[in-house]
């Protein structure tokens, strides 16, 4: 009975005990507010740090990627280039084949006339060469 007396003696000073319970209270929500916004803000300055460290790294990559690119563009003006050369040197081969495949069908052409010339020779000289044995048998039978 007397803490009820005397808490009722005293009523400037329970209020004042609520007053800083209250205000410690307050304290402790702002403090903890506070460390919760600077773990928010050390973690989104590394994130930061991190994606400024992806950025340059891309940024590389795109540059390297870019060169790798004109590289290949040039190499692909190369060798169409060079399928253009080969192409026309190509035609070139092929119409000289055609002029030798024509030459050689002349050629054979002729060779074929001169056998044929050959073998017509051949069978006129067989006639000739019995025709003179016919005439001296003939002269020989006359002569005896």
Same mark, same amino acid.
């Given at each position: 009975?007397?803490?009820i @007396?005397a ?6 000073? +329970? ?5 800083? /319970?209250? =205000?410690?209270? =307050?304290l402790? =929500? ?7 916004y600077? %773990?928010k803000?050390?973690?989104?300055? @590394?994130n930061?740090?991190t994606s ?10 795109? /540059?390297?990627?870019?060169e790798? +690119?004109?590289?290949?563009? $040039?190499?692909?003006?190369?060798? $169409?280039?060079?399928? @253009?050369r /080969?192409?026309? @040197?190509? $035609?070139?081969?092929k119409?000289?084949?055609?002029e030798?495949?024509? $030459?050689?069908?002349?050629?054979e052409?002729? /060779? ?13 000289y +067989? ?7 016919n005439?001296?048998? %003939?002269?020989?039978?006359h002569?005896?």
């Open positions: 009975m007397a803490a @007396s808490a009722l003696e005293s009523p400037g000073r +329970d209020e004042q005990n609520r007053l800083v /319970v209250g =205000f410690t209270l =307050f402790g =929500f702002l403090i903890d507010r506070i460390h919760h600077l %773990q803000l050390v973690n989104l300055r @590394s930061a740090r400024n460290e992806e950025l340059e790294n891309l940024k590389k990559e795109t /540059v390297q990627l870019n790798k +690119d004109e590289k290949a563009s $040039k190499e692909i003006k190369q060798l $169409k280039e060079e399928l @253009s /080969v192409a026309e @040197s190509l $035609k070139k081969i119409l000289e084949s055609e030798k495949e024509k $030459k050689v069908e002349t050629a052409a002729h /060779v074929a006339s001169l056998q044929k010339q050959a073998a017509d020779l051949l069978l006129e +067989d006639r000739l060469l019995e025709e003179n044995q005439l001296q048998a %003939q002269t020989l039978g002569k005896s």
